[in-house]
């Protein structure tokens, strides 16, 4: 019987130790049933003991001098780290991680691991690599094998099932993790996989993203006490870093989300609470010139590999960094196509270390099986009106097709008058622009409380692997929340609708107003503000509004179309 080689993803944020099992690649729970290990570990004053991963990450707000983390980023390099009055060396620490890793697999497996499969970042110079392995010899394991960690990542995308014919054999992998970033691309012709260019930012990783939200969340707790300024000593940097943190990780879901914390600080012998809400939009902001940082990066790798965006096959993201929207977006701005997630970021490294282990033992390796969504599913929305029908025709994304499900999604939408009173939620899938060119899988009416134009309406779906998607839409501030179930397989809506908003009256005012609309000759500006006023007027008829309130929006629409009339007849 042949011994078990795992691999190991040794992170600078996270750690994760992976095998083969029948020929599939699979990530070890290694702690209360996660794979993820926080590569944290902190000693005790007393006898030097030591804690690894979440323990040790839970003891840093108290005990931050005798807590050492990111020890990835001083690999290779003659320092040493100081704790409970003992000095180790970077090695030393990434043993311990190393060590608890293989424990912990053991106990999973019934076998004791001695061979490992560690992966680095493509740019890791000799030294780095070399204080690797000399940390799996400390931990008491044989090190068979360094492995990149975007030929790992690209090795998971080898063996996962996939319906595309034959595309670039050019792949790029784009890594930002907890410390660092680094991006790379392959050319890969069959067994042969050739980086061919790599860059990174060994200062720039998920960690930062946390710094930036952790200064915004202090000046809040200095506002919210109403003081000029706090001392911001270690632990209390700690503990807003870990609050950082978590909002992070949860706005990659939502647009928002509220902040409750008790006793962040102590001053003057009172405690000092954190309560704040925290939008997508507030975060973006605060790390917009980060991303940009990484999207440099990958212009410079794509010159340095003499290839184009167009080029790339193929774009694996790696690290739970990428799971923040700006990433995905800036990256599909840049190569001019949707880019999602097929395989978990955390593990895929892991996992690619797991077939390469595979591979030297010879192994049979077979396809990874991924659930992912068959079609992008989205609602209706007035972004867009048809010029056929002159009715509302967006098809607003909010899980893209080919997202590794389960999966939950959130985005915020906004009403578009007054005491608007209800909206007709439509759920499409589909590619198009156009939800006529879409399918439509269900639709029920949400009552809204009466609330100024432009308030903010959040619509979450959760897709799970039975094919069914739970929808729910928030009226933010009030307490107007509501459930749906659709069967996306069926197409079939289990919750029945309570009401239909009437149809839009159509009139020569909207007729009009239409064409006008669709008239080219008219500024671009001039025909966004008609659209939006004829917006305003229709919902004001669908939804019953007074008399009153529906003669001024058309006074004010009758307005702008005499402007526009005026502009038509100095053109001609």
Request: overall charge negative; some cysteine; hydrophobic content about 40%.
């Amino acid at each position: 019987m042949k011994s078990i080689v795992c691999g190991i993803d040794l992170g600078t944020t996270n750690s994760v130790i992976a095998f083969l099992r029948d020929g599939y690649a699979e990530a070890i729970a290694v702690e209360d049933g996660t794979a993820i290990l926080p590569s944290v570990v902190s000693f005790e004053a007393g006898d030097c003991s030591y804690w690894v991963g979440q323990r040790a990450k839970n003891r840093r707000a108290a005990f931050p001098e005798a807590t050492i983390s990111s020890v990835k980023r001083l690999m290779g390099k003659d320092t040493t780290i100081t704790a409970c009055q003992r000095s180790f060396t970077p090695e030393d620490i990434s043993s311990y991680i190393l060590k608890h890793l293989a424990e912990r697999a053991s106990e999973h497996l019934g076998e004791r691991i001695e061979k490992v499969v560690v992966t680095v970042p493509a740019y890791f110079d000799d030294a780095q690599r070399r204080a690797t392995i000399r940390a799996g010899e400390l931990a008491g394991l044989d090190v068979v094998r360094i492995v990149n960690e975007p030929t790992a990542a690209a090795l998971v995308y080898d063996h996962v099932q996939s319906d595309a014919g034959e595309e670039s054999p050019y792949v790029m992998v784009y890594d930002l993790g907890g410390g660092t970033f680094d991006v790379s691309i392959l050319e890969i012709r069959g067994e042969i996989k050739e980086v061919l260019a790599s860059s990174g930012d060994t200062s720039l990783g998920g960690d930062d993203f946390d710094e930036r939200l952790k200064d915004y969340l202090l000046k809040e707790l200095v506002k919210q006490a109403g003081l000029e300024s706090i001392e911001e000593d270690v632990r209390l940097r700690v503990r807003l870093l870990d609050i950082a943190e978590r909002a992070k990780i949860a706005l990659s879901d939502r647009p928002y989300v509220k902040v409750q914390e008790a006793a962040v600080a102590m001053v003057g012998g009172r405690p000092l609470n954190l309560d704040i809400e925290l939008s997508r939009d507030t975060f973006q902001s605060l790390t917009e010139d980060l991303i940009d940082r990484t999207m440099r990066k990958v212009e410079e790798v794509l010159k340095e590999a003499n290839i184009d965006s167009d080029d790339i096959g193929k774009i694996i993201l790696v690290g739970g960094a990428t799971r923040m929207p700006a990433v995905i977006e800036a990256l599909s701005v840049l190569f001019h196509e949707s880019v999602e997630h097929s395989v978990d970021p955390d593990l895929c490294v892991a996992l690619g270390a797991a077939i390469q282990a595979g591979l030297i033992t010879g192994e049979s390796v077979g396809q990874i099986l991924l659930d992912v969504t068959a079609h992008s599913l989205g609602v209706k929305t007035l972004d867009m009106v048809d010029p056929e029908t002159n009715k509302p025709d967006y098809f607003s994304t909010i899980i893209r097709r080919n997202t590794r499900i389960p999966v939950s999604r959130a985005e915020v939408y906004r009403t578009i008058v007054d005491r608007q009173r209800g909206v007709d939620v439509e759920v499409f899938q589909g590619e198009s622009f156009s939800c006529l060119e879409n399918t439509l899988v269900g639709s029920f009416f949400y009552d809204l409380k009466p609330a100024p134009a432009y308030s903010p309406v959040v619509v979450e779906f959760a897709y799970d692997r039975e094919g069914l998607v739970r929808i729910c839409v928030d009226q933010k501030g009030y307490d107007n929340r509501k459930e749906v179930t659709l069967d996306i397989r069926n197409r079939k809506v289990e919750d029945v609708p309570e009401r239909k908003a009437a149809e839009t009256p159509v009139n020569y005012v909207a007729e009009k107003a239409g064409r006008l609309v669709r008239d080219n000759r008219l500024s671009e500006n001039l025909r966004q503000v008609i659209r939006q006023v004829l917006a305003s007027y229709e919902e004001a008829i669908r939804a019953g509004e007074n008399e009153d309130r529906v003669e001024e929006i058309e006074d004010r629409l009758l307005e702008i179309m005499e402007q526009a009339e005026e502009e038509l007849e100095l053109s001609e």
